[in-house]
């Protein structure tokens, strides 16, 4: 049967089981068709880690045992299906001001990065490149840049492909106080990727404070956006996770949020739903670990559409002159 034939035999037999008109039914099985255009929802599986605090970049053992810990997880999240793994924010090295400090460790200044194992972290940075194309697991980890001298680094996380290669890399850029004055350079621009039909955008530090980074991202049709952080000034600050359920709600997307697992005891990496609802975090222990959901795009989803027509003036029209300082009526 030809495609318009079967599209004929739908309506006559819509009409014979409704008893309406050729004409009505024709007009449900257009409306229905339309429906079915729909497109097929993508999904993947999505590994967060926790991972462990290195923050002294002079020290090889550690920078080391940073990249061991890290390809660990990767295997983990690779042995648990997932397709894509999520790092914290200077998964490699989050070096410390006060140990970065010309005039530290007592007074905080400028960084000197001369004392950066640069040779080492370039060393682990392509074992973890490696590992990613033997396992064919995309990752995602935060680590210092460094740029040509006399500029001083920017504070990134690099996405690796399944394949090994470097495909792109998203620079901090709302720093924090003592990042911009003494450590490092601002990014300047968001950054989005797509695995398998799901698209990621990137956010990095502090940002979560910042509500206009995660609308863009709603703006550039982002389904997921990879949050990393150190953590906030304590272990027990839960305000960056609180955001993060927060920016997942309101622009309704998956937000991977991953952080130094130091935090783990009370705001442990996890991956919130668009409903700003946990769907799965590591456990609340401050151990290295994972925890892995499978996401998806959601193409059906009403909320978003709903909230950007709502975003471009449809409530001018309503709106009524009614000043409640002069209402002569009595309400009360």
Same mark, same amino acid.
């Given at each position: 049967?030809?495609?318009? &034939? ?12 409704? &008893? ?7 007009a449900?099985?257009r409306?229905s068709? @339309?429906?079915d ?5 993508k999904? $993947?599986?999505?590994?967060?880690a ?44 989050s070096?410390?001001?006060r ?17 950066f194992?640069?040779a ?8 973890? @490149?490696?590992?990613?194309r033997?396992? &064919?697991?995309?990752?995602v ?5 460094? $740029? ?7 504070n990134?996380?690099?996405?690796v492909?399944?394949?090994?290669? $470097?495909?792109t @890399?998203?620079?901090e ?11 490092y ?16 955008g ?9 509500p ?7 703006r550039?049709d ?6 990393s952080?150190?953590?906030g000034?304590?272990?027990? *600050?839960?305000?960056?996770?609180s955001e ?10 998956w937000?991977?949020?991953?952080? $130094? ?15 700003g609802?946990?769907?799965?975090q ?7 670990s ?9 193409? &059906? ?8 027509t ?11 002159? *009614?000043?409640? @300082? ?7």
């Open positions: 049967m030809t495609k318009n &034939g079967t599209f004929k035999h739908r309506v006559r037999a819509r009409a014979a089981k409704t &008893g309406e008109s050729y004409t009505a039914a024709l449900h099985v409306r068709s @339309r429906h255009l729909t497109p097929e929802a999904s $993947l599986r999505l590994a967060v926790q991972s462990s605090l290195c923050d002294d970049p002079r020290d090889i053992a550690a920078l080391r045992a940073s990249g061991l810990e890290m390809r660990r997880l990767m295997r983990q999240a690779h042995q648990a299906g997932a397709r894509i793994v999520h790092f914290p924010e200077g998964a490699t090295c070096p410390n001001k140990i970065m400090s010309v005039s530290g460790p007592e007074e905080v200044g400028p960084s000197d990065w001369g004392r194992e640069w080492v972290l370039r060393e682990e940075l392509n074992a973890a @490149r490696t590992l990613a033997e396992l &064919g697991l995309w990752t980890f935060g680590s210092v840049h460094q $740029l040509t001298q006399p500029h001083r680094p920017h990134s996380l690099y996405i492909s399944d394949r090994g290669e $470097l495909v @890399r998203y620079d850029r709302m720093l924090s106080n003592t990042k911009i004055s003494f450590m350079t601002p990014g300047s621009i968001p950054v989005t990727f797509e695995v398998d039909g799901v698209r990621f990137c956010a990095l530090g502090m940002e979560t404070h910042f206009e980074i995660f609308i863009e991202y709603e550039l982002v389904d997921c956006v990879l949050f952080t150190t953590g000034a304590s272990p027990n *600050d839960l305000s960056f996770a993060a359920q927060g920016h997942a709600a309101s622009n309704s997307y937000i991977s949020f991953s952080v $130094l697992a130091r935090h783990g005891m009370t705001a442990p990496s996890g991956i919130v739903a668009p409903g609802q946990w769907a799965a590591c456990a609340a222990d401050g151990i290295p994972i925890a892995v959901v499978d996401i998806n795009n959601n193409p &059906g989803d009403l909320a978003r559409p709903w909230r950007r709502a975003r471009t003036g449809i409530y001018e029209s309503h709106l009524v002159d *009614d000043d409640p @300082r002069s209402d002569s009526r009595d309400i009360f």
